[in-house]
């Protein structure tokens, strides 16, 4: 392969930059609040879950209608959280509903990844589908997509500060530092 610019070759592209200006490149800032609106439905089919039984010498695979439950259960609320993060707010759009099949596979891998069994290569998966839909923040970066600073939230969440009392002695007194009395 020769020339050209490749994925992730080089710094970032710095959207505050003079040459980011003359490119038109601007990141799309994604609401630090997430997404609040419909949760699509689950496109994948259910995931079988299978165990090892053996019947004398004979090992064989059975359905484990449990295991596929709770497997099924996990996708469900892994999928709900998902579409309540600010990278949901940029899969809302139409054109980017593509997307669609590739979270849902993110969310599988994931809840894969999350049991003993998983492989390097689930792992690796893992990695590679979260970049895919912006699930990391070099991903974020490949999108073109940002979280938007929410600088309202932290004074939102600061506790307002105590009122002095005149009456209470420790107002009082004074610190002495040196060691000397």
């Known amino acids: 392969m020769r020339g050209g610019a490749r994925n992730r070759s080089g710094p970032p592209a710095d959207p505050n930059s003079g040459r980011s200006d003359r490119r038109g490149f601007s990141l799309t800032a994604?609401?630090?609040?997430?997404?609040?609106?419909?949760?699509p439905e689950w496109p994948l089919m259910r995931r079988q879950v299978m165990r090892w039984e053996q019947d004398g010498k004979v090992r064989y695979q059975v359905l484990d209608p449990d295991a596929t439950?709770?497997?099924?259960?996990?996708?469900?609320?892994?999928?709900?959280?998902a579409w309540t993060t600010p990278q949901a707010c940029a899969w809302s759009m139409p054109?980017?509903?593509?997307?669609?099949?590739?979270?849902?596979?993110?969310?599988?891998?994931?809840?894969?990844?999350?049991?003993?069994?998983?492989?390097a290569a689930d792992k690796n998966s893992?990695?590679?589908?979260?970049?895919?839909?912006?699930?990391?923040?070099?991903?974020?970066?490949?999108?073109?997509?940002k979280v938007a600073v929410d600088e309202l939230a932290g004074k939102r969440n600061e506790a307002p500060e105590?009122?002095?009392?005149?009456?209470?002695?420790?107002?009082r007194m004074t610190v002495v530092t040196g060691g000397g009395a």
Not at 69 to 81: G, I, T
């Open 30 to 39: 994604l609401p630090a609040e997430g997404y609040d609106g419909p949760v």
């Open 95 to 119: 054109s980017e509903s593509w997307r669609i099949h590739t979270i849902a596979m993110w969310v599988r891998t994931f809840v894969i990844c999350e049991s003993s069994a998983a492989t």
């Open 162 to 171: 105590p009122e002095e009392d005149e009456d209470d002695p420790r107002n």
């Open 69 to 81: 439950q709770e497997v099924a259960d996990r996708e469900a609320e892994l999928w709900e959280w």
């Open 126 to 145: 893992l990695h590679r589908f979260a970049d895919q839909i912006g699930m990391t923040t070099a991903g974020l970066a490949e999108m073109g997509w």
